[in-house]
């Protein structure tokens, strides 16, 4: 296996016209970038090379070197090496500093932490285009990615809050953002077929094919895959089981892309999941439909002028049956979330003196939350409308060895409440502006140090589903409390860095973080029999940190990779004796991540993944918390080629899922079911 040339398509992908940026051989003088053409660039950039660009942190290809914040990326081959064992694209980077990725079950969301506060702090977009974290990575398939970047720091200049209402609520790029890139350009013919089976009675079948017609190139693909599951609750929790807990679930998406010119794309991409099932008992079925499109519009208008102009539709519509237990299994009702969001968003991008960069635009969003009870007739609970726009700019100027950047947003946020918690609430809207700010510096001393800080603002309003909750019978009912007094949020976040390079072959990187928020909206667990959530501002609330990271580079026999997180939380509330001192829910004390990949002979690929997790809580109540973490998770996965020709290939692959059978609890009643493990089978042509 060779590292030092990547095929043509792999470029393409993070290339949105005919014209990309390449890194100057210099990496300290000129660490800016030079304008080349796609096919001198295809022809002499190698993956080490590839693997310095990033997107994020301007919207345009540039050398990781001129960003201020620390940007990790994995590609398309490196997260194919690790499992998907709760069918979640939040694990794909759940080895990466700085994150506890926490999926409860192959049926719920993520509900980890980043940086020291909830994961609703780190937003994930798709190309650039907000999406949720909570939903839309239960959803999306990792099949459609090229590679992902995880920025970390402050990024709320060039990125919006997502205006969803349900899960968390709101979500902000405070503590940082999660950008999953499509696949974009194709310039061969390929098809992929996989077959599998494991566990629980799984059964899967994955189908991907892309090509490309003149100036038109797209790939579409399915995924399709039944369980019976197993038992993911703690016995005699809300979620105990009197029969397996299947499910189905299938997914089909696909993109188009028009290269109108050299200079110009416009693309479409579409999502569709259908995932219906039940929780492990006779009136307990759910059926889920989550649909997501991005369009967008990428084109230099000349030579020192870029536009960019997308829009998307994101529809999740969610259903549950609730039933009477722990008294009997009889039917009560169901609960409907529906949501639509529509988010829009026009940059230009100038580029100006030594290949800096002046970014300026706006951005919208419009959001329409509803949910209802079901039983005989159907019962209104919350029908909310909400609508953003923020204007912003920023300049990041490249001085030689020193990178500086600054910016400013404005943003207006409007809710129309026509129902909260089942009645026409007396305050039917509610508005909000702010001011935001966010700098940074960077300082590449030599071809292998470089130094880092950012700091800025943050802001976020509290949710439909926080305000006016989802349940109508507190005694039957799971799901969220209403709490009509919350106020909006404002956050501060803070970041220090160094990046070294001792060898080629090797990177170190320490990354301090301090992060403030005042009014913090926080989630907490209320009850487990049945599993109620209550949200309420916390006071102040501090979060600090440090992640220590070792990366190898990439070898013909080994890749690895270690890295550790260490993170101090306090909530501060003299007002609430019992909540003040305590810690921000979900974060664990630490975090350490070993990964290491060997590439072996007879065409074997083998990579393991360990995982410790420290303390943490799921509330700020100091009286009625639970405690979990302390707790170890190895998992690993085999590939094998079978047979290659110039035409095809014939691979088996082997995902083996917390090896050591540790079955530790979670939030909510949620249990680790163990160890499980997936085979399947991948031809190639």
């Not at 919207?59 to 490196?78: F, P």
């Not at 350490?592 to 990949?597: C, D």
Request: charged residues 20%; contains cysteine; aromatic residues 12%.
């Amino acid at each position: 296996m060779s590292f030092n040339r990547i095929p043509s398509s792999f470029v393409l992908c993070i290339c949105t016209s005919g014209l990309v940026y390449a890194q100057s051989s210099n990496p300290v003088t000129n660490s800016y970038l030079e304008l080349l053409p796609i096919d001198t660039f295809v022809d002499s950039i190698s993956l080490e090379e590839l693997s310095e660009l990033v997107v994020t942190d301007t919207k345009i290809a540039q050398s990781s070197r001129t960003a201020t914040q620390n940007i990790q990326v994995l590609n398309h081959a490196e997260f194919e090496r690790i499992g998907d064992n709760r069918r979640n694209i939040a694990e794909l980077v759940q080895y990466t500093s700085g994150q506890f990725v926490n999926v409860l079950s192959r049926n719920d969301a993520n509900w980890g932490s980043y940086a020291g506060l909830g994961a609703k702090y780190n937003t994930y977009m798709l190309d650039g285009l907000p999406i949720d974290s909570f939903a839309d990575a239960m959803s999306l398939d990792p099949w459609a990615f090229e590679r992902v970047e995880v920025q970390k720091g402050p990024a709320s200049i060039l990125y919006s809050n997502y205006m969803t209402m349900d899960f968390a609520g709101n979500e902000s790029p405070l503590a940082g953002t999660t950008n999953f890139i499509l696949k974009d350009k194709i310039d061969r013919p390929m098809s992929r077929i996989q077959i599998g089976a494991g566990s629980y009675n799984t059964q899967n079948a994955r189908l991907y094919h892309q090509d490309k017609k003149g100036s038109l190139s797209y790939f579409i693909g399915a995924n399709v895959e039944r369980s019976d599951y197993t038992q993911y609750g703690q016995e005699g929790s809300w979620l105990q089981n009197t029969e397996n807990p299947d499910y189905q679930k299938s997914k089909l998406y696909g993109k188009l892309s028009w290269a109108i010119n050299n200079d110009q794309t416009l693309s479409l991409f579409f999502h569709h999941t259908d995932q219906n099932g039940d929780m492990g008992r006779p009136n307990r079925g759910f059926n889920h439909r989550y649909e997501t499109l991005n369009l967008k519009y990428d084109g230099m208008l000349n030579n020192v002028l870029r536009l960019q102009i997308q829009g998307g539709w994101r529809n999740y519509d969610r259903e549950f049956e609730n039933d009477n237990y722990p008294t009997n299994l009889n039917y009560v009702d169901s609960s409907r979330t529906r949501q639509n969001i529509i988010p829009v968003d026009i940059t230009l991008s100038y580029l100006h003196g030594d290949h800096s960069v002046l970014t300026f635009g706006s951005d919208a969003q419009w959001t329409h939350y509803e949910t209802s009870q079901l039983s005989s007739v159907s019962t209104p609970q919350n029908d909310v409308k909400a609508r953003s726009n923020s204007f912003f700019i920023q300049e990041k100027a490249i001085l030689g060895e020193w990178v500086v950047r600054g910016g400013v947003r404005h943003t207006g946020v409007q809710h129309d409440y026509a129902l909260l918690a089942g009645i026409s609430p007396t305050q039917s809207e509610a508005s909000w502006s702010q001011n935001l700010w966010n700098v940074g510096l960077r300082w590449n001393t030599s071809d292998t140090l470089s130094w880092y800080a950012n700091t800025g603002t943050s802001f976020m309003t509290p949710s439909a589903k926080q305000v006016g909750g989802t349940i109508t019978n507190p005694l039957t009912d799971s799901g969220q409390l209403p709490n009509g007094s919350l106020q909006s949020e404002l956050g501060l976040g803070n970041d220090i860095g160094v990046e070294w390079h001792p060898h080629p072959a090797l990177t170190v990187g320490v990354r301090a973080f301090y992060n403030q928020i005042d009014d913090a909206i926080v989630d907490n667990v209320v009850n487990t029999v049945p599993s109620q959530t209550q949200s309420f501002n916390a006071g102040k609330t501090v979060a600090k940190g440090v992640e220590i990271d070792l990366q190898s580079g990439h070898t013909e026999t080994l890749e690895y990779f270690a890295n550790f997180t260490y993170t101090d939380t306090n909530v501060q509330d003299s007002s609430n004796s019992d909540s003040d001192g305590s810690n921000i829910p979900f974060v664990p004390r630490y975090v350490g991540n070993i990964g290491m990949t060997t590439f072996l002979p007879w065409d074997i690929t083998a990579s393991g993944y360990f995982q410790r997790v420290g303390k943490y809580y799921d509330s700020t109540s100091k009286t009625s918390r639970s405690e979990f973490g302390n707790y170890h998770v190895f998992n690993a996965k085999l590939q094998k080629n079978i047979f290659r020709n110039s035409d095809y290939s014939i691979n088996t692959l082997l995902d083996l899922n917390n090896i050591t059978d540790r079955r530790y609890s979670m939030p909510w009643g949620f249990v680790d079911p163990g160890f499980n493990a997936f085979a399947s089978v991948a031809i190639t042509f």
